[in-house]
């Protein structure tokens, strides 16, 4: 039985993964820090029902010899590092935290697979964030980085610190360039569950405006369950590399909330306003992902439309509105 061991267990991704890898039957082991054991916090794998399945190991990504420990105890097959600081917005907020959990968790991380699983199979999350303002009208593996963000940076020292340890160390490493992905299992502090939730509450009277940011901003957004199981792909390769995962079709904020509020039947231009305090300091105008490699090389191809996935997370924030009026 292959052996997994997932960081950000407890996140959307993480969540989804997970699931993905216990149906394919892994033994699957996640990482939670010391003060990430309350029920709460695992309310994403237990909406999937892997609560029981999961085997939370303690550790944490800034503490190398915790690390260590742990690949000691469970010698697993593939490591998959997902957690991160990922909040763009709050990596402004909070540069240094974002830095050290985000770049040199990872570089613990690799260290300690370094000194005790040097055959371990490594996934890193990547993010299309580190392209920034691109020249191209497409980003694929070769396009040069431009980050914008203390997040975008730290997820660039990761990235090539990934690649140089594939080089320097024969570490089976790939970094999947992961562009915008969401679910009802998204924090509401992500653009797009703000936009489903926001159309929501104000289709149940619950509110009567939504505040937005930049919404000329345009990204490529696909569903978690989909990306996921790119991250599984590029592991079960005979050579390690780096794949974008991405639709390859951009929408603006102003797309997501039209067809958002559109599946209520309402006019999103009567309750969405620009709120300057939601503004990013440095912003990216549009990023668009060229999968060609992930489709060639692994197979992959997204199965969830753009409409398809707003439609679920809309639904979903409908029930739990409901579910919470009828407490």
């Known amino acids: 039985m292959a052996r997994a061991l997932i960081t950000g267990v407890t996140g959307q991704d993480g969540a989804y993964l997970a699931a993905l890898l216990l149906e394919k039957g892994y033994e699957v082991y996640g990482l939670l820090h010391r003060h990430g054991g309350s029920e709460a916090v695992q309310d ?8 029981g399945a999961v085997r939370m190991v303690d550790g944490n990504l800034i503490d190398l010899s915790s690390l260590i420990r742990l690949l000691e105890k469970v010698q697993p097959d593939e490591i998959y590092n997902l957690a991160a600081q990922s909040f763009v917005r709050m990596s402004w907020d909070q ?78 490493g790939c970094n999947g360039i992961m562009f915008n992905h969401d679910s009802p299992l998204r924090g509401i502090e992500f653009v797009l569950r703000k936009i489903t939730d926001g159309a929501a509450r104000i289709s149940l009277g619950l509110a009567s405006e939504l505040p937005m940011g930049n919404l000329d901003a345009r990204r ?47 006019d999103w231009e009567k309750h969405v306003k620009v709120d300057p305090a939601f503004l990013r300091p440095a912003d990216v105008d ?26 679920e997370m809309v639904e979903a924030d409908l029930r739990r509105w409901r579910a919470t009026l009828a407490a």
């Not at 994403?44 to 609560?51: D, E, H, I």
Request: net charge positive.
């Open 44 to 51: 994403r794998l237990r909406r999937l029902g892997c609560t």
């Open 95 to 172: 540069p240094l935290l974002t830095t050290h959990v985000t770049a040199i968790g990872t570089a613990n991380m690799l260290e300690a697979v370094r000194i005790a699983a040097p055959g371990v199979r490594y996934f890193q999350a990547s993010s299309s964030e580190m392209f920034g303002r691109a020249e191209t009208p497409a980003q694929n593996e070769d396009t040069l980085f431009h980050p914008r963000s203390p997040y975008a940076s730290a997820k660039v020292f990761a990235h090539c610190l990934v690649q140089n340890y594939r080089d320097a160390f024969g570490l089976f």
């Open 220 to 266: 490529d957004f696909g569903h978690a369950r989909d990306y996921v199981r790119a991250m599984w792909l590029m592991l079960q390769q005979d050579r390690p590399d780096d794949y974008v995962v991405a639709t390859g079709r951009a929408a603006s904020i102003r797309d997501l909330c039209r067809i958002a509020f559109a599946h209520t039947n309402l």
């Open 286 to 311: 549009v990023t668009v992902g060229d999968a060609t490699r992930a489709r060639t090389r692994l197979g992959w191809v997204p199965e969830t439309s753009l409409e398809d996935m707003i439609a």
